[in-house]
């Protein structure tokens, strides 16, 4: 555990080596990068951890509207505790692609090379303000019906799959985890997406740094390509097709390692 202002940040380490920091994003936690973080841990020191709010990540302080450039904060400490001075390569999915990003932004030295798989930056699509509203009924929806139908709601717009039920016949830590990831969905419904999809990142210093944008390249067009796309626009570069669709570094995760391994090293 790392104490940061308001909040213990669950966190593992494994391996040896130069420092890999992997974020998750949405409703993931440190669980879901275990068989890609110790696929890569042959090669480096793979840092995982639970963002604030979520899972094994205690608040110290009372719920609240939550903000990338919070998360980043959390993530240079990170960095800062357990890598010491040596910049990291750092890999994020969703949410976790715009928090490497701030974290870039903010404190350069620290990041090596960042790549980005799929990041949810709303905010750059021309029909920007369309979505937004279209987010604000799902967070209506959830407070009136509670979760599941706006899960639904969420998911189908974006074109993924909501995540299983910790159902019994399942493995007791698969249920653990599961269970993790329902809480953790709520949580995002009522502090995190509203605000989360207003981040803008720093395109200059995304331009300047050694940055690689990455999508999915199975299944089919969603959301989440827009978004990507909207962005490689703005800062001017391409787009590596990596194996799986959103969550492909969980259910390709040797390929994924194989493909993220190449690109830091390129």
């Known amino acids: 555990m790392l104490t940061v202002p308001g909040a213990e940040i669950y966190y593992e380490v494994r391996g040896s080596g130069r420092p890999l920091l992997l974020v998750n994003g949405g409703d993931g936690d440190a669980a879901l990068f275990g068989p890609l973080a110790a696929l890569l841990a042959e090669y480096c020191t793979v840092i995982t951890f639970d963002l604030r709010g979520n899972s094994r990540s205690r608040l110290t302080g ?40 701030d974290l870039l932004a903010r404190h350069p030295g620290q990041v090596r090379a960042l790549v980005a798989h799929e990041p949810f930056v ?12 279209f987010f604000q009924e799902v967070c209506e929806l959830h407070e009136r019906e509670g979760l ?11 074109g993924v799959d909501a995540p299983p039920e910790p159902a019994e016949e399942l493995p007791e830590p698969v249920r653990q985890v ?16 509203r605000s989360f999809v207003r981040f803008r990142p720093d395109v200059a210093a995304l331009r300047s740094a050694r940055f690689t944008l990455v999508t ?13 796309s909207a962005l490689a626009d703005s800062v001017g570069t391409g787009i590596v ?19 993220l391994r190449a690109t830091f090293e390129s």
């Open 62 to 101: 009372p719920p609240e509207e939550q903000r990338i450039e919070g998360h980043g904060q959390d993530a240079h400490l990170l960095l800062s505790a357990v890598a010491g001075g040596e910049p990291a390569y750092v890999f994020g999915t969703s949410y976790g692609g715009m928090i490497g990003m």
């Open 216 to 228: 999915g390249g199975e299944g089919p067009r969603t959301l989440l390509h827009r978004t990507t």
């Open 178 to 193: 599961l269970a993790r990831l329902r809480a953790n969905v709520d949580t995002c419904l009522k502090y995190e997406l």
């Open 148 to 158: 599941d139908p706006a899960l639904q709601k969420f998911c189908d717009a974006l």
């Open 241 to 259: 097709e990596f194996p799986g669709g959103h969550v492909g570094f969980l259910t390709h995760p040797a390929d994924f390692a194989t493909a």
């Open 122 to 133: 709303i905010d750059l699509l021309p029909d920007a303000d369309r979505w937004h509203a």
